[in-house]
């Protein structure tokens, strides 16, 4: 059985994006709950606090899903 990469993701973003679909996007990620993945990290200026600390709880659930207790 193949083993997935475990990759580190960082998403960079212009300010000519929109705002609302990024924000949809995590939003979505945080209600599907704990994913087969690893959410990525998003480098943007307009996210809010409450956006990264739940993608970073998601992070953290997905370790330790994966990895047991760290």
Known sequence: MKKKP???I???FEK???RGKVN???????????PDSRPPYFYFLF???????????LRK???LKI???L
């Open 24 to 34: 949809a996007y995590i939003d979505k990620l945080v209600a599907a709950g704990i």
């Open 6 to 8: 475990n990759l580190r």
């Open 10 to 12: 960082n998403l960079h």
């Open 47 to 57: 996210t809010d606090s409450e956006r990264i600390s739940q993608l970073e709880n």
């Open 61 to 63: 659930a997905y370790d």
């Open 67 to 69: 990895h047991g207790d």
């Open 16 to 18: 000519s994006v929109d």
